[in-house]
Each structure stands twice: as C-alpha cells, then as structure tokens.
T-cell receptor, first 113, second 108 residues
Framework: NAGVTQTPKFQVLKTGQSMTLQCAQD?????MYWYRQDPGMGLRLIYY???????DKGEVPNGYNVSRLNKREFSLRLESAAPSQTSVYFC????????????FGSGTQLSVL | RKEVEQDPGPFNVPEGATVAFNCTYS??????FFWYRQDCRKEPKLLMS???SGNEDGRFTAQLNRASQYISLLIRDSKLSDSATYLC?????????FGQGTTLQVKP
C-alpha cells in the first residue's frame, strides 16, 4: 500500500534555483493538497486541487505553482527559490474536497541557501 | 492572532498519567473539528474527529464547546507510544486549518 508518495525526501537549493516536488497517490482520491510546515506555524495550505483539472490557491501561494497532471499526480514548483521557502513540504490527498480525512505523504525537507 | 491556537508545550508526563490538551479557534463559522497526531519528522495522521456531544476512542476523549470555541483532547493512562505532537484541526468552507501542535513526551 503506497498511499501518497512524494519525492524527493530531501533537497538543498541555492537562492534562485528552481525545482519541482512530485506527488502521487494510488487511492483514487479526487482531491490533493500541498502544505508547508514551519516551526511554531502549523501546517499551512499552499495550493489544492479539489478535482482533476482544477487548482486553487491556499493560504500561502506566493512563489509557488502547481500542476494537477492527472488524477494521481499533483506537482509543486518553485520557480526561483528563496530562503523563506526553507520548510518541510507535505503532499496530501482525500477522497473529496469536503472529506476531512487527509492522507499525507512522508514529507520533503527543503533548504534554500 | 492565529485562527487555531494551541499551547505548544512540551508536556512531560510519566507513564500512566492523564493529560489534557486544549485548543481554541477564532472563527465561529468553523464547521468540523479534529485531532491529528504527528510523530517526530513524520507525516500527520488523523487521530479522531471531535463531535459536539463529545466522543471517546479507547483512552482518548475529545470534547467540543462551540459557545467558547474550545476543543480538548484527554489522554488517560499515557503510554510511551503516545509521545508525539497533537495537532488541533478546524474545518471551514472545506479547508482544514491546523494549529501549531502540542508536544507530548511520556517518560518511563
């Protein structure tokens, strides 16, 4: 049971570099999410996709773009990384947008120098 | 002010103790309430939903007070394996809003 798989697990970038975080789920879920987690801040929603073909901004979308490639995959792109984007990133999915049971991936630790 | 506030702790308790965590939320339009558990450097996982009438799941009891906009989680007979961060989560217009978490350390 893979559940939600996100890659990479760790990444170090220099300021200004770009990268894409990949996320895939095999639970036939309709909704997918990207969160970031910073000390003392809790998880904050960056972008979400309520269903295939739709994406919407969350609480902290600036500096990020997303693509819902198909029902399984939802990627997060940093076009020009900044030190403020140093964080742990979690991808999550749920059966539907109003279903509050989220299944999370194992996280990506990103450091931007 | 954060929309969902928790005491970050840490709460250090001996095995067998009873411990309670509190959480307050500021938006009265919040619709659903949950506790998630997060182990160190791992992903969060749903622990339990919180219902207005209060609910239990084994050693865990959750309470909701809508009038005071307050949620609680009680853990009885703490185990070493309960050591984790407990996240209070509120749902509003289909979006989940997470508190920053309360860390529990259960000592032998």
């Amino acid at each position: 049971n893979a559940g939600v798989t996100q890659t990479p697990k760790f990444q170090v970038l220099k300021t200004g570099q770009s990268m894409t975080l990949q996320c895939a789920q095999d639970m036939n879920h309709n909704s997918m999410y990207w969160y970031r987690q910073d000390p003392g801040m809790g998880l904050r929603l960056i972008y979400y996709s309520a269903s295939e073909g739709t994406t919407d901004k969350g609480e902290v979308p600036n500096g990020y773009n997303v693509s819902r490639l198909n029902k399984r995959e939802f990627s997060l792109r940093l076009e020009s990384a900044a030190p403020s984007q140093t964080s742990v990133y979690f991808c999550a999915s749920s059966y539907k947008a109003t279903n509050e049971k989220l299944f999370f991936g194992s996280g990506t630790q990103l450091s931007v120098l | 002010r954060k929309e969902v506030e928790q005491d970050p702790g840490p709460f250090n308790v001996p095995e067998g103790a009873t411990v309670a965590f509190n959480c307050t939320y500021s938006n009265s339009a919040s619709q659903s309430f949950f506790w998630y558990r997060q182990d160190c450097r791992k992903e969060p996982k749903l622990l339990m939903s919180v219902y207005s009438s209060g609910n239990e799941d084994g050693r865990f009891t959750a309470q909701l007070n809508r009038a005071s906009q307050y949620i609680s989680l009680l853990i009885r007979d703490s185990k070493l394996s309960d050591s984790a961060t407990y996240l209070c989560v509120v749902s509003r217009t289909g979006k989940l809003i997470f508190g920053q978490g309360t860390t529990l350390q259960v000592k032998p």
